[in-house]
């Protein structure tokens, strides 16, 4: 069965860094494209990146373009996540998410993880 | 960037009621549009894709319309375990993805 499981948040001081990942299983991990996607809490569902099946292209929120890079390690079934000069407004459960349908980047999400969450705080 | 605006915010209703939600785009995105189910500390659920389409396992009392700019979830007799948020998502453009902002489905 499919399985994203995330980790790498925690509490982090303002204009630091963090790395997240998302460990993929149950699928053939390099044929489908991987997003990033974040929620505030209580607030509702914020798209953030993501990366094609295999690596090439790679798209962004407005929020977060030139401070957060994804990237994936398709040997390794693996979603990166690197968020820099973080700010509060970052602080968010970070979800990972699979595409529906190979070698598709924009589409909906079949499968989701549980999610890591990111503090940002001083 | 595509906007979609979800309406009503909040939805009162009861068990067997008829809910009927609303979801708004800023520009046509065709009938790429999905809707998701998210209950408190859980991952949001597929529930419809391409507008009107149910996901593998959705029960028949949730049904997806619209095309173009207007969209509409109906959940046809509410069970307890309908009560959550809802969000719908725009698949439509090449560079993004949005959310609308959700509507919470609340026990009147």
């Known amino acids: 069965q499919v399985q994203l499981v995330e980790s790498g948040g925690g509490v982090v001081q303002p204009g630091r860094s963090l790395r997240l990942s998302c460990a993929a299983s149950?699928?053939?991990?390099?044929?489908?494209?991987m997003h990033w996607v974040r929620q505030a809490p209580g607030k509702g569902l914020d798209w953030v990146a993501v990366?094609?099946?295999?690596?090439?292209?790679?798209y962004y929120a407005d929020s977060v373009k030139g401070r957060f890079t994804i990237s994936r390690d398709n040997s390794k079934n693996t979603l990166y996540l690197q968020m820099n000069s973080l700010r509060a407004e970052d602080t968010a459960v970070y979800y990972c998410?699979?595409?529906?349908?190979?070698?598709?980047?924009?589409?909906?999400?079949?499968?989701w993880g549980q999610g890591t969450l990111v503090t940002v705080s001083s | 960037e595509i906007v979609l605006t979800q309406s009503p915010g909040t939805l009162s209703l009861s068990p067997g009621e008829r809910a009927t939600l609303s979801c708004r785009a800023s520009?046509?995105?065709?009938?790429?549009l999905a809707w998701y189910q998210q209950k408190p500390g859980q991952a949001p659920r597929l529930l419809i894709y391409?507008?009107?389409s149910r996901a593998t396992g959705i029960p028949d009392r949730f049904s997806g319309s619209g095309s173009g700019t207007d969209f509409t979830l109906t959940i046809s007799r509410l069970e307890p375990e309908d009560f959550a948020v809802y969000y719908c998502?725009?698949?439509?453009?090449?560079?993004?993805?949005?959310f609308g902002g959700g509507t919470k489905v609340e026990i009147k």
């Open positions: 998502q725009q698949y439509g453009s090449s560079r993004a993805l949005t």
């Open positions: 990366i094609s099946y295999d690596g090439s292209n790679k």
């Open positions: 998410a699979k595409v529906h349908g190979d070698y598709v980047t924009f589409r909906y999400f079949d499968y």
């Open positions: 391409g507008a009107s």
């Open positions: 149950g699928f053939t991990f390099n044929s489908y494209g």
């Open positions: 520009q046509s995105v065709s009938s790429s």
